[in-house]
């Protein structure tokens, strides 16, 4: 079967960085998603990776292991409106998505 | 970026009735639509995909008479929960993509309570 791991929660200070990781058992692998999700709203993109390495977008890293099926989402400078559910997704062979349950990250000051 | 809306953002109908919610990408030509729902604390479930002009494949366990999804034109997609009971009660989201591009652009969501 498809499985997508990530930890249910996670709590982090302000200023400081966090690492959510994501494996993945997928049938067929055509690029890896991570979203962020406010309480009560829709998904927001963040990144995307298909090639194995680290993409970096502002505060935001993203790394991807094809090889261990294993990404991580990096958040830099914690600012309180990072607390948020972060969603790891695959897509597989058919390139429909598969959503991990969502790690919860809580910012304390 | 791409904007996907979504109308009504939130409704609240009385158990035996029907709700259509609307998704439309305001700015790009969506060739495909999906349709999820949320439960609380809980992943997004994908309920089905459209692509414009043909029906809907739905997922395993999602009764396709039940909600109802047209795909009519290139920037609209509607779902309709028929006879909707309290256990339809969630949060549906619609995402839209263009051609061949990897990204799905969500819409803001529909929080359904039925009563």
């Known amino acids: 079967g498809q499985n997508i791991d990530q930890p249910t929660e996670m709590t982090a200070t302000e200023g400081a960085i966090v690492q959510i990781n994501c494996t993945y058992q997928?049938?067929?692998?055509?690029?890896l998603f991570w979203y962020q999700q406010h309480a009560g709203e829709a998904p927001t993109f963040l990144s995307y990776n298909v090639l194995d390495g680290l993409e970096e977008k502002g505060r935001f890293s993203s790394f991807l292991s094809r090889s261990k099926g294993y990404s991580y989402l990096l958040l830099k400078e914690l600012q309180m409106k990072d607390s948020a559910s972060y969603l790891c997704?695959?897509?597989?062979?058919?390139?429909?998505?598969?959503w991990g349950a969502g790690t919860k990250l809580i910012i304390k000051p | 970026g791409a904007v996907v809306s979504q109308h009504p953002s939130r409704v609240i109908c009385k158990s035996g009735t029907s709700v259509k919610i609307e998704c439309r990408s305001l700015d790009f030509q969506a060739t495909t639509m999906f349709w999820y729902r949320q439960f609380p604390k809980k992943s997004l479930m994908l309920m089905a995909t459209s692509n414009e002009g043909s029906k809907a494949t739905y997922e395993q366990g999602v009764e396709k008479d039940k909600f109802l999804i047209n795909h009519a034109s290139l920037t609209l997609s509607t779902l309709t929960v028929t006879s909707a009971h309290p256990e339809d009660s969630s949060f549906y989201i619609c995402?839209?993509?263009?051609?061949?591009?990897?990204?799905?652009?969500f819409g803001p969501g529909t929080r359904l309570t039925v009563t």
């Open positions: 997704a695959v897509m597989d062979s058919n390139y429909q998505l598969i």
């Open positions: 997928t049938s067929g692998f055509n690029g």
């Open positions: 995402s839209a993509k263009a051609g061949s591009e990897y990204e799905q652009y």
